[in-house]
């Protein structure tokens, strides 16, 4: 059973800073990319950065240089330092992972269970 539990959401001052966390645990052979991404209320769910095992990383225009993500591979941890917020940057930000859990399994696709984060004007 591999499960995804997200920390460190919050309400926050635009300008202000929030970084969340995301450990991965349980029967784990290999994790491919790791992702964050988000939903405000009514709109739909979008990636906001992403980091391949290599560390190549990606990001939404909307959140590039103010955003970046970060991942432990030894703790199956991803992080995402959240700098200047704004308060559009306000919603659910779920984890997500691309995860084989033994040799001969293919990638799955996993969720952790959200956290809000509220950035005030």
């Known amino acids: 059973q591999v499960q995804l539990v997200e920390s460190g959401g919050g309400l926050v001052q635009a300008g202000g800073s929030l970084r969340l966390s995301c450990a991965a645990s349980?029967?784990?052979?290999?994790?491919?990319?790791m992702d964050w991404y988000r939903q405000a209320r009514g709109k739909q769910r979008e990636l906001v950065a992403t980091?391949?095992?290599?560390?190549?990383?990606d990001y939404a225009d909307s959140v590039k240089g103010r955003f970046t993500i970060a991942r432990d591979n030894a703790k199956n941890t991803v992080y995402l330092q959240m700098n200047s917020l704004k308060p559009e940057d306000t919603a659910v930000y779920y984890c997500?992972?691309?995860?084989?859990?033994?040799?001969?399994?293919?990638?799955?696709?996993?969720w952790g269970q959200g956290t809000q984060v509220t950035v005030s004007s």
């Open positions: 997500h992972a691309r995860i084989k859990v033994w040799v001969l399994s293919a990638f799955r696709d996993y």
């Open positions: 349980g029967s784990i052979f290999n994790i491919n990319a």
């Open positions: 980091i391949t095992s290599d560390g190549i990383t």
